[in-house]
């Protein structure tokens, strides 16, 4: 494979969903939910995750409304991305999530899961936004 590894961020002001994928694969795996306070996750527990994951670039998801206009947690969540990059000199792409925790919570009860936790929530919509970057990076790149 010739694309990048990447981990992918679901940003939220109490957890933060977090998947892992490669840009060659249409598939992504949903690895843990971080706890945050106030959109502030534990550094070293990030450091972790990019240390056992390699990852080349790193995907946030971007909280738009429904009309595609920002809130308020979208600015945290793009404060977020741009804090990973400080701290870590890794690229950070963002993609445009709306939906994807109603989407992750209606995929949960389909495999059975009933009335899924919140963590398991953000895992499969960080897994989500990830499959959707390279969905939309796969499209950019054939039609370039």
């Known amino acids: 494979m010739s694309g990048r590894r990447l981990l992918a961020f679901d940003f939220g002001l109490r957890r933060i969903g977090v998947a892992a994928g490669h840009e060659d694969l249409p598939a992504g795996r949903e690895v843990t939910t971080l706890p945050a306070r106030e959109g502030i996750p534990d550094w070293q527990a990030v450091a972790d995750l990019l240390a056992e994951h390699e990852p080349e670039l790193l995907v946030v998801g971007d909280p738009l409304t429904l009309e595609g206009e920002t809130q308020d947690v979208t600015e945290a969540a793009r404060r977020f991305g741009r804090r990973l990059h400080g701290r870590f000199g890794l690229p950070v792409a963002t993609v445009d999530e709306r939906l994807t925790s109603r989407e992750a919570r209606a995929e949960l009860r389909e495999r059975g899961e009933g ?10 919509a960080a897994r989500l936004i990830l499959e959707d970057w390279v969905r939309r990076n796969e499209t950019e790149t054939r039609d370039a």
């Open 115 to 124: 009335d899924p936790a919140p963590e398991r929530i953000d895992q499969v």
